[in-house]
């Protein structure tokens, strides 16, 4: 997807046409391995990682563009969002110092990325979905200006024809609609590529495939978004909800989103996977193509394989194959779409580490794998490690069923720990980084229980805004440090803030968990329940759940007080008593607007609606916390 000169509106002839080219590419590969060309005398590995970029007070900032003029380094590129960008770093011979070399070309340029964002008041932080994101954050505004990026939102909403809807559930339960492709800018990842020869590569994805789980357990970085608690590492349903393509009931046609960990295991060759990629997924955009692959080889030449390489930028395996060339001479890699971004560096490193040591080690001591476990095992426990992280239990060798923690403890890491030294990865590196995954694993902290142990300590004095910022900026504060995450203390609120950053519109304090009741229901079911809540305010709704009203404890005491007499005044309907024709805001009105609205209807409360539907209430009392605040600070 790095081309900008993309068509995204194809003709039926300029479709043809770049289908051809995609079929002719295929052919060049099956050539170029029938023939040897490929590289396999080396093998290397590399990496990319993606990063959000945010303000002092730990929200997205949309600056990448400025960010990348300045900087002036190839190595960096633009993301989906304005709030994101990547780094591509240089690849690397697999042997000796490649693990501390790699952790130290991370550091200096993530160092020289953060040093001039923060010349422009912005910071880096590396996380699988950024805290404090917002709907409003999803926009087409907050899109990167670039070609390629609209001409993906415009071929996927072209072949999906609806609106995405996202819903996810873990602790807290999200569902939510939404018009682009903009929810994938949600994910940051590090992703690392492993290259092989064309004869291993069964071996070695197959491998890949049956480790993606252990590998994502102890990973695990994304645990919330939008403000709910979901799975451990959140990345993986988002981001296949977030450009799913698919709009056919799932339970009467079988198919495949193009975020997919695939469906069987490979049997010989890398075409297997482009071959089923091309059948499965229709050609989304297309690009001049000015060669012809066969044609290239025939004269000697290495192709670029441009079409095929377009398309299968818009399918998005987790284990992903690529081509590339290198000094004039074609490869194949595995990229590992797995890992989060963060929750540091030396993590980052350390993760890569025991994917590298897997897939070497358990090639030598098993062989072909799938003698060993079903692929639907793998796919099974891949989701399993999303949903719960080191919690899980996956389904092994033999169908046995094993605790992560045990299996990594006591079978992955030693055959990691041979699949290093074996090739010839310095012992040292192979304690350190190894010892990193040995340690998280004990003690059960992963950046995802990090960042869910610091809410449950923080969400109690502190508003949900507050509470995701202040997650926010601990993580960046300690990536700073060269500590792993198993050693970082939890985050806590600083003792002096600017706490303005946390009111400045009504969503970073409404109150979410409302209790509703309809017009018809008694006024004695709003009394208790304002009783047994603690609560002034009730919201009324229709049975279309629309707002009509609102009943507050001051209407209440009134009726009680001028009917005492009545016996049966509490069993009449609350559209009786209840205030209709309220003042409302949106979740992105300013709070000086809200308090606006308060003073000049007279207000006690004011419902929040988004797209006419009741989603939160901001009442006096809300006012007063901010008030509180003022009176602290003079």
Same mark, same amino acid.
């Given at each position: 997807?790095?081309?900008?000169?993309?068509?995204?509106?194809?003709?039926?002839?300029? !479709?043809?046409?770049?289908?051809?080219?995609?079929?002719?590419?295929?052919?060049? &590969?099956?050539?170029?391995?029938?023939?040897?060309?490929?590289?396999?005398?080396?093998?290397?590995?590399?990496?990319?990682?993606?990063?959000?970029? &945010?303000?002092?007070?730990?929200?997205?900032?949309?600056?990448?563009? =400025?960010?990348?003029?300045?900087? @002036?380094?190839?190595?960096?590129?633009?993301? #989906?969002?304005?709030?994101?960008?990547?780094?591509?770093?240089?690849?690397?011979?697999?042997?000796?110092?490649?693990?501390?070399?790699?952790?130290?070309?991370? *550091?200096?340029?993530?160092?020289?990325?953060?040093?001039?964002?923060? =010349?422009?008041?912005?910071?880096?932080?590396?996380?699988?979905?950024?805290?404090?994101?917002?709907?409003?954050?999803?926009?087409?505004?907050?899109?990167?200006?670039?070609?390629?990026?609209?001409?993906?939102?415009?071929?996927?909403?072209?072949?999906?024809?609806?609106?995405?809807? &996202?819903?996810?559930?873990?602790?807290?339960?999200?569902?939510?609609?939404?018009?682009?492709?903009?929810?994938?800018?949600?994910?940051?990842?590090?992703?690392?590529?492993?290259?092989?020869?064309? =004869?291993?590569?069964?071996?070695?994805?197959?491998?890949?495939?049956?480790?993606?789980?252990?590998?994502?357990?102890?990973?695990?970085?994304?645990?919330?978004?939008?403000?709910?608690?979901?799975?451990?590492?959140?990345?993986?349903?988002?981001?296949?909800?977030?450009?799913?393509? /698919? *709009?056919?009931?799932?339970?009467?046609?079988?198919?495949?989103?193009?975020?997919?960990?695939?469906?069987? $295991?490979?049997?010989?060759?890398?075409?297997?996977?482009?071959?089923?990629?091309?059948? *499965?997924?229709?050609?989304?955009?297309?690009?001049?193509?000015?060669?012809? %692959? !066969?044609?290239?080889?025939?004269?000697?030449?290495?192709?670029?394989?441009?079409?095929?390489?377009?398309?299968?930028?818009?399918?998005?395996?987790?284990?992903?194959?690529?081509?590339?060339?290198?000094?004039?001479?074609?490869?194949?890699?595995?990229?590992?779409?797995?890992?989060?971004?963060?929750?540091?560096?030396?993590?980052?490193?350390?993760?890569?580490?025991?994917?590298?040591?897997?897939?070497?080690?358990?090639?030598?001591?098993?062989?072909?794998?799938?003698?060993?476990?079903?692929?639907?095992?793998?796919?099974?426990?891949?989701?399993?490690?999303?949903? /719960?992280?080191?919690?899980?239990?996956?389904?092994?060798?033999?169908?046995?069923?094993?605790?992560?923690?045990?299996?990594?403890?006591?079978?992955?890491?030693?055959?990691? =720990?041979?699949?290093?030294?074996?090739?010839?990865?310095?012992?040292?590196?192979?304690?350190?980084?190894?010892?990193?995954?040995?340690?998280?694993?004990?003690?059960?902290?992963?950046?995802?229980?990090?960042? #869910?142990?610091?809410?449950?300590?923080?969400?109690?004095?502190?508003?949900?805004?507050?509470?995701?910022?202040?997650?926010?900026?601990?993580?960046? @504060?300690?990536?700073?440090?060269?500590?792993?995450?198993?050693? $970082?203390?939890?985050?806590?609120?600083?003792?002096? %803030?600017? $706490?303005?950053?946390?009111?400045?519109?009504?969503?970073?304090?409404?109150?979410?968990?409302?209790?509703?009741?309809?017009?018809?229901?008694?006024?004695?079911?709003?009394?208790?329940? +304002?009783?047994?809540?603690?609560?002034?305010?009730?919201?009324?709704?229709?049975?279309?759940?629309? !707002?009509?009203?609102?009943?507050?404890?001051?209407?209440?005491?009134?009726?009680?007080?001028?009917?005492?007499?009545?016996?049966?005044?509490?069993?009449?309907?609350?559209?009786?008593? +209840?205030?209709?024709?309220?003042?409302?805001?949106?979740?992105?009105?300013?709070?000086?607007?809200?308090?606006?609205?308060?003073?000049?209807?007279?207000?006690?409360?004011?419902?929040?609606?988004?797209?006419?539907?009741?989603?939160?209430?901001?009442?006096?009392?809300?006012?007063?916390?901010?008030?509180?605040?003022?009176?602290?600070?003079?």
């Amino acid at each position: 997807m790095g081309q900008q000169e993309i068509n995204k509106e194809l003709s039926a002839q300029q !479709l043809r046409l770049f289908e051809k080219h995609l079929l002719s590419d295929i052919r060049a &590969i099956e050539q170029m391995e029938s023939k040897g060309l490929f590289e396999c005398d080396v093998r290397r590995i590399g990496a990319e990682q993606e990063m959000f970029l &945010i303000d002092s007070a730990g929200r997205p900032a949309p600056v990448a563009m =400025e960010l990348l003029e300045r900087l @002036d380094d190839d190595h960096f590129t633009t993301e #989906l969002a304005r709030y994101n960008i990547e780094l591509n770093l240089p690849p690397l011979s697999f042997e000796k110092k490649c693990l501390t070399t790699l952790e130290s070309n991370l *550091r200096s340029y993530i160092e020289l990325a953060r040093k001039t964002a923060q =010349e422009q008041g912005s910071d880096i932080v590396l996380i699988g979905i950024l805290p404090t994101l917002n709907k409003n954050d999803f926009t087409l505004d907050s899109m990167t200006p670039r070609p390629r990026y609209y001409a993906l939102n415009d071929a996927i909403m072209k072949i999906r024809g609806a609106e995405y809807e &996202i819903y996810l559930r873990g602790t807290d339960e999200l569902y939510i609609k939404h018009d682009s492709v903009m929810f994938e800018a949600a994910n940051t990842s590090f992703q690392v590529h492993f290259q092989t020869c064309p =004869e291993n590569f069964a071996l070695y994805y197959n491998i890949a495939q049956a480790v993606a789980a252990p590998s994502l357990s102890i990973a695990a970085n994304s645990p919330v978004f939008l403000g709910k608690r979901l799975w451990r590492e959140s990345r993986i349903p988002l981001f296949q909800q977030s450009v799913d393509t /698919r *709009r056919h009931p799932l339970h009467l046609r079988k198919s495949l989103a193009r975020v997919s960990f695939g469906t069987r $295991w490979v049997q010989q060759s890398v075409t297997e996977i482009f071959k089923e990629d091309i059948t *499965r997924f229709r050609v989304m955009m297309g690009a001049r193509i000015d060669e012809n %692959s !066969l044609d290239v080889l025939q004269e000697g030449g290495i192709p670029k394989l441009k079409a095929l390489q377009l398309h299968n930028g818009t399918v998005y395996r987790w284990n992903r194959p690529c081509y590339g060339i290198t000094d004039g001479k074609p490869h194949l890699r595995i990229e590992n779409r797995i890992f989060p971004s963060g929750p540091s560096i030396v993590d980052e490193v350390a993760n890569a580490a025991f994917w590298f040591g897997l897939i070497s080690g358990m090639a030598r001591e098993y062989g072909d794998i799938t003698r060993k476990m079903n692929f639907d095992d793998a796919k099974t426990n891949f989701i399993a490690a999303a949903r /719960r992280g080191l919690r899980a239990q996956f389904t092994w060798f033999g169908g046995k069923t094993i605790p992560a923690p045990d299996l990594i403890i006591n079978e992955l890491l030693p055959l990691a =720990e041979q699949g290093l030294r074996q090739s010839d990865i310095d012992a040292r590196d192979i304690q350190r980084y190894l010892g990193i995954v040995r340690e998280r694993v004990k003690t059960g902290q992963t950046g995802a229980e990090w960042m #869910l142990n610091s809410w449950a300590k923080i969400r109690c004095s502190r508003t949900l805004h507050e509470c995701l910022a202040t997650i926010t900026l601990a993580a960046r @504060d300690r990536q700073r440090g060269k500590k792993p995450v198993h050693e $970082w203390p939890l985050a806590k609120p600083a003792k002096k %803030s600017d $706490w303005r950053t946390h009111f400045r519109r009504v969503e970073q304090f409404m109150s979410t968990d409302i209790f509703t009741v309809g017009e018809d229901d008694s006024i004695e079911l709003v009394l208790n329940m +304002m009783e047994w809540r603690t609560i002034r305010h009730v919201p009324v709704e229709n049975h279309s759940n629309e !707002l009509v009203g609102v009943v507050d404890y001051l209407s209440l005491l009134r009726l009680i007080k001028n009917h005492r007499q009545e016996k049966d005044i509490l069993l009449q309907p609350v559209k009786m008593i +209840m205030r209709r024709n309220v003042p409302t805001v949106t979740p992105d009105t300013s709070t000086q607007e809200a308090l606006g609205l308060i003073l000049k209807h007279s207000a006690s409360c004011l419902p929040v609606l988004h797209d006419g539907i009741l989603v939160g209430i901001i009442t006096e009392h809300d006012f007063m916390r901010i008030a509180g605040h003022l009176v602290d600070e003079e």
